[in-house]
């Protein structure tokens, strides 16, 4: 049975096809791999198994009678806990502020995954409203890497990455603000995908900041993550930034995918200080690799990038500290049991409700937006981001995708930049510019560090060439062969990879 | 520029989070912390720099003046923490009527 | 003490609700006295997750205002957040526009009682979404009730500059805007209904001893009915003199402070200072995108924007003859004006059409119950289509009052016009004519069925007349003695005996006429 989740979700819809095996088989070990493995890993926040199984029978039955079924029809798959989901689990961002909500409502991608025949088998973890890069900020606690027990998966779509790479669900939906499908992806060794800005409706999802956010796949390999972007991308008449512009044939972009001919930059920028030694040689090992079959490589450089962090954390928790300031306990979540009038009762409930890094940020989102520091802080930002996006124009001008390291390192140990907030933030530094610029980003496995951690390369191109993105993430994929290696944790399952214990 | 104390606790009174006095403390310190970094913006000349607002270069999306379907008021209620049966309950706000 | 000038300056800050099907960011329906919180969507709740999406029924209309108040469009116009916490406000802020509202440096022309006219310079005109509606929890205690089906509804925020300077102005400014809107048909601005709210922003120019001091400026906050507003700055007037002989407090030290009106007690009343009231910590709202209105759009809305009030006026005055009066009442309302016309244009006699309106029909509205009119409006509810639903929803809020503003539904134009028409050609006469038009709102019937059943056609016939006449005359000798002898007035006793023997059927004019010549000197 754990044979069927080493497949990747085309050769289990190609299993399927062939008879070979069930939707149901599929489900049911997942929830088995889940039951196993999620004592340790709590990837997943929420679970709904008896209707994961019912919706698995009925596609089954589907199939069986011949009747027309969705590109993920009968697939096992995750979702991160901060997009809406109305059939019953709790939509909680990670939140205790959030707890018991229960969305009346589908996200757009939600609806898209359902509409598809993906059997959705619960929720994932995240930092607290998608603000981390660990997923230790979780109000329900941290998600482990499925790596290494002791070690972060990253964050924010600590759940959702780990969910994959423990092979759970071969995919999952996470979302990316400043880097949270990405690093997560390259610290827990799959592929993840954050899409141009407005490539997929924000309907639904829970909004941490509104000019940065975007929902995209993890998976373990880039045909995986290409089929679930073309089952969730495309316009929304609900959302007013989602573009109205024609989804291309994702799969047919990575089918035979090469990179000849393809112009790699390598920014300057992205290997300086902080850069981990064994993260650098395997990163410039795998643009090596793109050399050697084909590809033409150049330094650039992003200028701005020292700035990205600042301007990305004024942005970003301005937008925050608005999209935030709904949780009141008045219409809907947690609100504080004792409390006296109704200015207290905000305070109380938003001070009980939100954990530490949430408040840091609404704070500082407050602060940089409170009159006298509007354009010292949050208008200045604004201009350095339109410089930043300004360096990529020029850059993409002269090469076709810029590649570097997603990460400075690989998965850090839990509690080891906790202490000091800041030192976190710079976890982002590599990943950051891209929300800020708008352009797709993604995040492939090219390798393992001496001590069997997991380490990525991140490609960003120009807006709307996912494809190509996705492309060379094939190639690279290939090339590395990473996906073929599994955490040692799913070792310990009973019998090897045999019966789940 | 660092932040001071008592304008943490000006800014959480504005973000409407309680603050215990250690909490007012720790923040004060990650918060001015965290803004002396980020006054390396001020390094940058934007003098001529449009600000970036809005993620995309797009105008006029609009919806239609067309009804659609409203939530039953149970479900509308559903998650309220306190309620009557068509109505959130909540303390009694001690100013008069609202604003708008 | 020494002379001293004082002058009133106010500035009016507006709140008009659009007429819209929908929310300006969701598709749920702005109805009004539904059960609470039955027109909402998790977007108009600020559910975690939602996002808005622009009404462009809604930015048409106020770009339609905004037109008609001789504003500059922007070019490109942007909305931001307004941040403060209340629980009518779902999200904890309110999505309106800051910096770059729609529409800039406009005016309204407006005319005082005494027939003055005034340009009144509009500051800027703007669109933003309403908050919901608290109320105090039945039986006292300490709960509100938060009720949302108000939240999100389009609101246009017309905003003036300090140019009124008197009651009288203000009154005129506020009766004139909501005439506007209700001509535009941007707005139903049923007063009852709470469609447009009133934010009067008024001090003092004090000039004595040679100089001249500013008191501070009172903002005067949601006044929702037209003598609320006369009365509270008529109150404030008052009152900022007052203040202003205690403690010559000047506009520079105190600034602009907040007060609202009890009209209870007829007085005005500080309220509670919201700290951080003025930090709202705008910013662009980055959920929706800029709006750049196509020139061509815009032409299109401006070839289309109808007669305004006043140039109806005059054009009412002009064309038709009518007084200034007349012309005021009639164009008071657009639904008025528009049905005055048809009646006027098919009668082809429009100062009769005038007097057949304003005190004909309008006595007759203002005499009916109640019955009668919820039985007009269930007639027009199912003879008209699902647009007349507004004004049975009108009706339902206003009671007959509402019939002024749908005088159609009382009695069609078509058929007052053949009663004006028949009055005209002497068909019948002025006093039957009233008993034709009270028949006709009762039964329904055209003028001519009336006259008809029963019998009330004046008779022109000479002959039928003669008899009448003679017989008058024949019982009243004196007095035909004395009209042969020239005193005209004891006419008098001789038509009465002939309109009362003729049953009010003789035509009047005809019968002086006939009796003139017989008792000629």
Redesign the interface.
């Known amino acids: 049975m754990a044979d069927l989740l080493d497949l990747t979700a085309i050769e289990m819809l190609a299993a399927l096809e062939r008879g070979e095996t069930t939707s149901r088989d599929l489900v049911a070990a997942s929830l088995q791999r889940i039951d196993a493995l999620d004592g340790r890993v709590r990837a997943f926040l929420s679970l709904r198994p008896e209707k994961a199984l019912a919706e698995a029978q009925a596609a089954d039955a589907r199939r069986a009678a011949g009747e027309p079924l969705g590109p993920l029809a009968g697939i096992p798959v995750a979702v991160k806990d901060n997009m809406c989901t109305a059939d019953g689990l709790p939509t909680t961002c990670a939140s205790r502020i959030l707890a018991d909500f229960r969305a009346p409502y589908d996200a757009a991608v939600v609806s898209a995954l359902r509409g598809a025949g993906a059997v959705i088998v619960g929720k994932t973890n995240l930092d607290e409203f998608a603000m981390g890069s660990s997923t230790e900020n979780s109000g329900f606690g941290p998600t482990r890497n499925p790596w290494d027990l002791d070690r972060v998966p990253g964050g924010s779509s600590g759940g959702s990455a780990a969910a994959v790479a423990a092979r759970m669900v071969p995919v999952a939906l996470g979302s990316d603000t400043g880097g949270s499908i990405r690093l997560p992806a390259s610290l827990c060794g799959v592929v993840g995908l954050k899409p141009t800005y407005g490539r997929v409706s924000r309907y639904g999802l829970v909004a941490y900041a509104s000019s940065l956010d975007q929902i995209g796949p993890f998976a373990r390999t880039a045909e995986d993550a290409a089929l679930m972007l073309q089952v969730v991308a495309g316009h929304d008449p609900r959302d007013a930034t989602s573009v109205d512009r024609g989804v291309p044939d994702y799969l047919a972009a990575v089918c035979g995918a090469d990179v000849k001919g393809l112009r790699i930059g390598v920014p300057k920028e992205f290997f300086g200080e902080g850069l981990d030694a064994e993260v650098e040689r395997l990163v410039r090992a795998a643009v090596s690799a793109c050399q050697d079959a084909g590809a033409t490589v150049r330094e650039v450089s992003l200028p701005h990038t020292a700035y990205a962090i600042e301007t990305y954390y004024l942005v970003a928790t301005a937008e925050a500290s608005s999209n935030l300031a709904r949780y009141d306990g008045v219409h809907y979540g947690h609100r504080s049991a004792e409390h006296g009038d109704m200015i207290d009762m905000y305070c109380r409930s938003r001070a009980e409700g939100f954990g530490d890094e949430v408040k840091r940020r609404i704070m500082l989102g407050t602060f940089a937006l409170s009159s006298g520091y509007y354009d010292a802080y949050y208008l200045k930002a604004l201009k350095v981001r339109r410089l930043i996006k300004q360096d990529f124009d020029a850059v993409f001008a002269q090469v076709d995708c810029v590649v570097g390291p997603t990460s400075p390192t690989a998965a850090f140990r839990f509690g080891e930049k906790t202490a000091d907030p800041l030192s976190m933030y710079l976890s982002d530094i590599y990943t950051i510019s891209a929300n800020l610029a708008t352009i797709p980003g993604l995040s492939v496995p090219c390798g393992f560090t001496v001590a069997g951690l997991p380490v990525g390369l991140q490609v960003m191109s120009d807006i709307f060439t996912e494809g190509r993105l996705l492309g060379i993430a094939a190639v690279v994929g290939q090339a590395t062969g990473a996906r073929h290696r599994q955490p040692p944790l799913l070792d310990t399952l009973a019998g090897g990879k045999g019966v789940a214990r | 520029m660092g932040?001071e104390r008592d304008?943490?606790a000006k800014?959480?009174?504005?973000?409407?989070?309680?603050?215990t006095d250690r909490e007012l403390d720790t923040?004060s310190e990650?918060?001015s912390?965290?803004?002396n970094?980020?006054d390396?913006?001020?390094e940058?000349d934007?003098t001529d720099?449009?600000?970036?607002?809005?993620?995309?270069p797009?105008?006029?999306?609009?919806?239609?003046?067309?009804?659609?379907?409203?939530?039953?008021?149970d479900?509308?209620?559903?998650?309220?923490?306190?309620r009557?049966e068509?109505?959130?309950?909540?303390?009694?706000?001690?100013?008069?009527?609202?604003?708008? | 003490m020494s002379d001293r000038t004082v002058q009133t300056v106010v500035g009016m800050e507006v709140h008009v609700q659009l007429k819209t099907r929908t929310k300006l960011f969701c598709s749920c329906e702005t109805r009004f006295g539904d059960v609470p919180n039955s027109h909402v969507c998790p977007v108009c709740l600020g559910m975690p997750g939602v996002l808005p999406v622009m009404n462009r029924e809604a930015y048409r209309l106020a770009v339609m205002t905004a037109l008609a108040l001789g504003c500059r469009l922007a070019e490109r116009t942007k909305w931001d957040r307004k941040h403060y916490y209340y629980p009518d406000l779902p999200k904890n802020f309110q999505i309106s526009q800051y910096d770059m509202p729609l529409g800039e440096h406009g005016h309204l022309e407006i005319e005082t009682p005494d027939g003055d006219r005034k340009k009144i310079r509009i500051l800027r005109v703007h669109l933003e979404e309403d908050a919901g509606k608290l109320t105090h929890a039945e039986g006292g205690g300490n709960a509100s009730e938060v009720d949302l089906n108000r939240t999100g509804t389009p609101l246009m925020e017309i905003v003036s500059q300090p140019d009124l300077r008197s009651v009288d102005e203000v009154r005129a400014y506020c009766t004139g805007l909501r005439q506007l809107v209700t001509y535009l048909g941007v707005s139903e601005a049923n007063m009852q209904m709470g469609h447009m709210r009133f934010e009067p922003n008024i001090n003092l120019r004090i000039t004595e001893d040679g100089g001249t001091a500013a008191t501070p400026i009172v903002e005067l906050k949601n006044l929702n009915s037209f003598r609320a507003v006369e009365r509270a700055v008529a109150f404030e007037e008052r009152r900022q003199l007052d203040e202003w002989d205690e403690g010559r407090l000047t506009l520079e030290q105190a600034g602009k402070v907040t007060r609202g009106w009890n009209d209870d007690t007829g007085e005005t009343f500080v309220q509670r200072q919201k700290e951080e009231a003025h930090d709202y910590r705008y910013f662009p709202e980055p959920d929706l995108v800029v709006v750049e209105p196509e020139v061509e759009w815009i032409e299109g809305i401006r070839a289309e924007l109808p007669e305004l009030p006043l140039a109806k006026k005059d054009r009412f005055v002009r064309d038709f003859g009518l007084s200034d009066y007349d012309a005021g009442v009639l164009t008071a309302h657009i639904e008025m004006a528009r049905y005055y016309e048809r009646v006027a244009e098919l009668s082809d006699a429009p100062k009769a059409a005038a007097n057949w309106v304003t005190q004909g029909l309008l006595r007759e509205i203002n005499a009916r119950g109640e019955t009668f009119y919820r039985e007009a409006v269930a007639i027009t509810k199912r003879e008209y289509d699902k647009a007349e639903d507004a004004i049975a929803d009108v009706a339902e809020v206003m009671g007959p009052q509402f019939m002024q503003l749908a005088p159609h539904l009382v009695v069609s134009a078509e058929k007052l016009a053949e009663l004006v028409s028949a009055v005209e050609a002497g068909t019948v006469n002025k006093q039957a004519g009233d008993k034709v038009l009270k028949g006709m709102i009762e039964t329904g019937r055209p003028a001519a069925e009336i006259i008809e059943a029963e019998g009330l056609a004046q008779t022109s016939d000479t002959a039928e007349l003669e008899k009448w006449i003679e017989e008058a005359i024949a019982a009243n000798p004196g007095p035909a003695a004395d009209v042969r002898a020239g005193k005209k007035k004891a006419l008098g006793r001789i038509m009465g005996h002939i309109m009362k023997a003729s049953r009010g059927k003789a035509n009047p004019r005809v019968v002086t006429e006939l009796l003139e010549k017989k008792l000629a000197p």
């Open positions: 932040i304008e943490v800014v959480a009174r504005l973000a409407r989070i309680a603050m923040f990650q918060l912390r965290i803004l970094y980020f390396k913006l001020a940058l934007t720099v449009e600000p970036l607002s809005h993620a995309l797009v105008a006029n999306v609009f919806r239609d003046d067309a009804p659609g379907k409203s939530l039953p008021v479900v509308a209620l559903s998650n309220a923490p306190e009557t068509a109505a959130f309950k909540v303390p009694r706000v001690l100013d008069e009527a609202s604003s708008a």
